[in-house]
């Protein structure tokens, strides 16, 4: 029964669609209500900020390489070299920056989050937390989500920095342009598109809304997909991968709509 | 506060520990051959006080109150898993479900927790309806009872004192050293060795400690209630006495009310002041181990095989 079977299908999706929200409305909520896990807060930022700084700054620092390098086969037929960093900070800032801290984060902190939900969840520790009456999204999730808003941004600014840095290394010692001029180039991008309330540059409004939802994204995928994890150890395996895969196609997703959206308000 | 007053405020605390209690067990046996033998002796003395003892530990079901009861409770997900389930724990009873595998033994349990709502019928505890709680009031309910797990459930990113603690922590204003003070109390009650394990990873402990701790976690709050999901699976037949002992130890020295999961006959038939059979799906027989061994009922005769 073909229909039947795309129907069950359908309903499932749907259903598992609400499931998602709900779990994501409950955890931003709970943010704002009593009792404060701040510990937890503390030690999931460790984890997801700290942790993850290590492979953002190798990322970051080598795309920012490559970007200047790339570019600058196409600007040397124009004779615009002297704009490499234009290019770098434009693309760091505004796009690289903020996609590539998120497909890092959710490479290495979503499938830690689901591995170990999922762990918790077969071995029964999630059921153990609601029956000593802990409500477990309170507990595990929120934390975790809490931490994810704020870290990642953070991330993605020293992110941005050190690719821009690594652009600055190839415009120097590859090109041999001098690093005033570089620098300065990355200024005059910075306040090139405008600003918010008179001091805030358009391109950081874009570049950090960006990685704030994404971190949403992420630590909201990771956990649903940990705690809803069935089939014992190897049921934590599927949920790891479905969060990496999900989350990483999310975040790209996302970014396109979000540009949409962002360049219709900023754009004058 | 003192711990004393702390203790006071939890509810369902009973009875405090008997100090000539002659069947307690040495609480520091750092001989694990002498904890053996220990074991057996106690066992050997509840084996031989046999149904005199079980009778002194049964209450009277006329006098005593019903604090877990299930009154016609259906509850069916793609095909029936509960039918018109009825039975009641009165205070201070042991109650061990058993039956086949996925006769629905576990989701009673669920239900009791209520982490599952019956489609049809109540679910009881101390005479409330839970059935139509929300989410928050049965958070409350549950801190009235102990659940241990099958595999323990220990949280495995904290020490034994945090797992023990936890409860507390959440739950209750008790200052460090009243908490410290608890948990030694229940890892104590519980034979564990504290200044050894206070310490360790769950993942250093074998199996018996972390049942073991497992019950100490679930009766840190002093609850009126404790569930066990299967207690005794998995572990050796020593290990298995001295859980089921400490299953009896709970119910005579705190008069605790327990709903026990299990596969064990043997076991079961040690600790429990009821049995509840479950099969297909329904109660198919709920009285005492003796009513239980002297009927005639052929599916009774043939579950309970050569026991």
């Known amino acids: 029964m073909p229909l039947e079977t795309i129907n069950d299908a359908a309903k499932r999706g749907v259903y598992s669609l609400q499931e998602y929200f709900e779990l994501a409305g409950k955890a931003i909520g709970f943010i ?5 896990y701040t510990a937890d807060v503390f030690q999931q930022m460790d984890t997801i900020g700290v942790g993850s700084l290590g ?14 390098l790339q570019t600058s086969v196409q600007l040397q037929t124009f004779g615009a070299t002297d704009y490499i960093g234009t290019l770098v ?34 071995t029964e520790q999630i059921d153990a937390l609601n029956t000593l009456g802990t409500d477990p999204i309170k ?12 870290m990642l941004p953070v991330l993605t600014i020293i992110n941005d920095f050190v690719g821009i840095l690594g652009g600055n290394v190839i415009a120097k010692y590859y090109l041999g342009k001098p690093a005033s001029l570089y620098w300065r180039t990355v200024y005059e991008q910075m306040l090139t598109n405008g600003f918010t309330l008179h001091y805030i540059p358009n391109d950081f409004i874009q570049g950090l809304v960006k990685p704030f939802v994404f971190g949403g994204i992420i630590s909201t995928i990771a956990c649903y997909f940990g705690l809803n994890t069935t089939g014992g150890t190897e049921g934590v395996g599927v949920s790891t991968t479905r969060t990496v895969v999900t989350a990483s196609i999310l975040i790209l997703v996302v970014d396109y709509f979000l540009t949409q959206v962002i360049l219709a308000i900023f754009t004058p | 506060m003192s711990d004393e007053e702390g203790r006071r405020k939890q509810p369902g605390e009973r009875r405090q520990p008997s100090e000539k209690d002659e069947t307690a067990m040495p609480r520091r046996a750092h001989d694990s051959s002498r904890v053996r033998a220990a074991i057996r002796t106690e066992l050997e003395e509840v084996a031989e006080e046999g149904t005199e003892e079980q009778e002194k530990i049964r209450p009277t ?10 009154e ?41 927790l209520r982490l599952l709502v019956p489609e049809q019928g109540r679910v009881c505890i101390d005479g409330e309806d839970i059935t139509h709680l929300t989410f928050d009031d049965a958070l409350k309910v549950r801190q009235k009872m102990g659940m241990v797990f099958q ?12 797992n023990v603690a936890y409860p507390l922590r959440e739950h209750t204003d008790l200052r460090e050293d009243e908490i410290e003070a608890r948990v030694r109390e229940k890892l104590e009650f519980v034979d564990l060795e504290v200044d050894k394990v206070l310490d360790q990873m769950p993942a250093e402990l074998s199996g018996g400690m972390k049942k073991r701790v497992g019950i100490a976690r679930g009766m840190a709050n002093n609850p009126e209630i404790m569930l066990f999901d299967e207690p005794t699976s998995g572990l050796d037949p020593l290990t298995t006495a001295t859980v089921t002992y400490l299953i009896i130890k709970l119910q005579r020295e705190l008069g605790v009310t327990s709903f026990v999961v299990s596969h064990d ?33 052929p599916y009774i005769r043939e579950f309970l095989g050569g026991f």
């Open chain 1, 32 to 36: 704002f209500v009593k009792p404060f």
């Open chain 1, 55 to 68: 492979i953002v700054l190798l990322t970051g620092f080598f795309t920012g390489m490559v970007l200047a």
């Open chain 1, 89 to 122: 900070t434009g693309s760091m800032i505004r796009e690289l920056g903020p996609v590539l801290a998120g497909l890092m984060v959710a490479g290495r902190v979503g499938s830690g989050i689901a591995a170990q939900l999922g762990s918790m969840r077969v």
């Open chain 1, 139 to 150: 507990k595990l999730v929120t934390p975790r989500v809490l931490a994810a808003l704020i």
């Open chain 2, 61 to 70: 079901p006329v006098t005593k109150p019903s604090v877990i009861s299930l």
């Open chain 2, 72 to 112: 016609n409770v259906s509850l069916a997900f793609d095909e029936p898993v509960l039918e018109n389930v009825s039975f009641a724990a009165k205070e201070g009873e042991t109650v061990v479900c058993v039956g086949e595998s996925g006769t629905g033994k576990s989701t009673i349990l669920k239900l009791i």
């Open chain 2, 151 to 162: 595999g323990a459930a220990l949280f495995d990113s904290m020490t034994v004192y945090e």
């Open chain 2, 265 to 297: 006959i043997r076991s079961s038939f040690r600790m429990a002041s009821k049995i509840a059979l479950l099969a297909h799906h329904r109660i198919g027989f709920f009285g005492t181990p003796e009513e239980m061994t002297g009927s005639d009922d």
